[in-house]
Antibody, heavy 116, light 110 residues
């Protein structure tokens, strides 16, 4: 059974940084591109960022480009999302998911709150 | 990139069929057969229902089907059941090697 477990969420002020992690089990991790998808309160799903299976290529949505960095450690079946220069509008539940073309497995999500 | 366009809500009675549309552009829906659909219940992880326009993952009921014409994709649910109620999102891969979601459609089973 594939499981994805996010951690590292919490609260921060505008301009601060937070780091999310997601550990995967039950799959050949390095064979999967990975993505982060978020849902702001009362809003729909928004794709945030993706990373290739080997970690050499990353992609970002316009709203986070230049502020967020996606990385992975295939030896630990883990991905990380470094979120810098946080904004109030980054407040959301963040989901870790497999894939970029489509998202077949999802974590339960973790809440990030940015407020002053 | 702009979100794909979905109706805010649809409804149907048990046993009926409903269709949810998802309109994009020639940079996403119209150029690739990489449209997917997700069912989302509040507080839970989204669930993949359809991928690559019209493919169902193992375990998803054959009451769910997908199609595409030009820049518009569609999800059809036949034989509507109470458990189908929830939010549905479409997504497409784009020419920028990114992904984009629709705004979501709330399905109500009357």
């Amino acid at each position: 059974e594939v499981q994805l477990l996010e951690s590292g969420g919490g609260s921060g002020q505008p301009g601060e940084s937070l780091r999310l992690s997601c550990v995967a089990s039950g799959l050949t991790f390095s064979s999967y591109a990975m993505s982060w998808v978020r849902q702001a309160p009362g809003k729909g799903l928004e794709w945030v960022s993706g990373i290739s299976g080997h970690g050499g290529t990353t992609w970002y949505g316009d709203s986070v480009k230049g502020r967020f960095t996606f990385s992975r450690d295939n030896s630990k079946n883990t991905v990380h999302l470094q979120m810098n220069s946080l904004r109030v509008e980054d407040t959301a539940v963040y989901y870790c998911a497999t894939g970029v073309r489509y998202f077949d497995y999802w974590g339960q999500g973790i809440l990030v709150t940015v407020s002053s | 990139q702009s979100a794909l366009t979905q109706p805010a809500s649809v409804s149907g009675s048990p046993g009926q069929s409903i269709t949810i549309s998802c309109t994009g552009t020639s940079s996403d829906v119209g150029v690739y057969n990489f449209v997917s659909w997700y069912q989302h219940h509040p507080g839970k992880a989204p669930k993949l229902m359809i991928y690559d326009v019209n493919n169902r993952p193992s375990g998803v009921s054959n009451r769910f089907s997908g199609s595409k014409s030009g820049n518009t994709a569609s999800l059809t649910i036949s034989g509507l059941q109470a458990e189908d109620e929830g939010d549905y999102y479409c997504s497409s891969y784009t020419t920028s090697s990114t992904a984009v979601f629709g705004g979501g459609t709330k399905l109500t089973v009357l």
